[in-house]
C-alpha cells in the first residue's frame, strides 16, 4: 500500500489504487513502425482495448488512460548526446544509415524515427511524472523498455534509452507542493529487468565500481539495477556485467546486479531465485521501482532461448528448496502451486508482477520491451495489465474477435504455457547464484545504514 492510499485510509475515504495507462492512437501507429516489431504496438492495444481493460473501475482499483506527451529535446538530452539527438530528430536523416550512430544492421534507419523518438520517450517520461506527481500508484507505458540504446549509438534493436530517462528522472527529488513546502529527500529508484537480453545500456549508465570511490567507498547511491537474463559467449549484448557479480572484483558495484540463467528457464527457476529479488529490494528500500517486461523470456519466443510460461502451471520439476525462500511470507509454496487470486503458478511472469504491484508496497512503472511473436506480447502484457487493475484474467479466457483475432490461432486463449525445452538451471548453479546473493545483500544491507 502506497503512503498515498494510506493518507486515504486516514481520511476515511474508500482506498483507491490508481493505475495510469499510457496510451494513444499516434504512439502506437508510431511505435508499430519499429523494424523490430512490426504492428506490435497494434496489435497488443487491440486486445487490451478488446478485452475491457481500460474501462475497468472496482472498489478498489481505478485506471486512467494518460495520452502521452512528446519529450523535449532537453527531456532527451538527460541522458543522449547533441549530435545522436540532431541527427535521428531531424526527418530527413530516416534513409541515412551511421555507423557511427548505430543506424545500421539491427538498427536500420526507418521513416517515422524522428517521431518515434522523442514519442516513446515522452510515454514513458509521462509515466513516471503521474508517479512523481502522486497521481498514479502504478503506471504502464508497453511501448517504453528500451534498455540497449547507448548515450550516442542506437543498438539491440533500441533507438532511444526511456529506461535510462525514467530512472533520471524519478530520481530527482519530489516537487513542491502546498502540503509539503519543501522537497522531500531525493528518491531511490530500483530498476528490475525481466527481459531474455541484459540490460547493458542501463547497467553501464549507472554502474560506479567500488574501485572508483575513492571519496567513500561504501555510500550508498539512489540508484538499484537488478537484471535477470541469460548469459553465455555470443548471446547479446556482450558485456562483462552480464555475467555473476563477483564482489572481490575490482568492477564490483553491489548497486548494478546481474542474475543470469541458464537455456531453457522455467517458472520453477524463477520461483528459486525471486526470494533473491525480494531481499535485493527489502534491503535497498526503494521508493519507486521500474519493471521493464520484456517478454522474450517467454515459451514460444523466436528466440527459443527461454521456457518461462505466462501463468500456467509447469510440468518440469521443480528444484528444492532454499532458505532464502523464507522471506517470501505470502509464498504459496514452491514449484507449480496456483496463488490464490488466479494471476498463475508460482515463478510465472503473472506471479513475479503481482507479487511487485500488489505486496511490495512502491509506487511501480511497468514498461515493456523484447517480445518478437506479437500475439504473445500482447497476451501477456493484456494480462499483466489486468493484473495492475487489480482484476486478474482466468488464463483461459477466450480472446475476443477484433480485428487480429487470427492471429491467435491455434488456442485462441490467453495463457503463455511453457514448452518442452529442458530447464539446464541445475541445482548447482541455483546454490551458486544463492551463496553469491547472500554476500551481495548483506553488502547492500551495510552500505544502506549509512543512509539511515
Partial sequence: MTD???????AGTPLKITIAFIVSQELAKISSLLPSNKRRSLIVHSLIHSMGLLKHNSESHRIQVVNPRRASFKDLAAYHSKEYLEFVLEAANEVQFNEELGLQDDCPPFTGLSDYVPLVAGATLTACEVLRQNVSDVSICWDGGRHHAHKSRASGY??????ILAILCLK???????????PLHKPRVMYLDLDLHFSDAVSEAFHRPSSSCSSNPLAPTQTMILSIHHSSP???PASPLSTLPNPSSPSYDPFILSLPLNVGASSPTYARIWPIVE???????????VVQCGVDALAG?????????LGSETTNATHSGSDLSDDIHESPGRGNKRKSGGVGAEGSLGWCIDRIVNSWGVRCLLLGGGGYNSPNAARAWSYLTSIAIGNPLDLESPIPDHSAFPLYAPSFTLDVSEGTMQDQNTEDHLRGIETIYEIIIKDI????????
Fill in 4 to 10: 498515498r492510499v494510506m493518507e486515504d485510509a486516514v
Fill in 158 to 163: 533500441c533507438y532511444v534509452a526511456d529506461c
Fill in 172 to 182: 530527482r527529488a519530489a516537487p513542491q507542493t502546498y502540503q509539503s513546502p519543501t
Fill in 234 to 236: 555470443g548471446f547479446f
Fill in 279 to 289: 531481499r535485493v529490494k527489502s534491503a535497498f528500500r526503494p521508493d519507486y521501482v
Fill in 301 to 309: 519466443d523466436p528466440h527459443a532461448t527461454f521456457n518461462w510460461s
Fill in 445 to 452: 544491507q551495510e552500505r544502506m545504514q549509512t543512509a539511515q
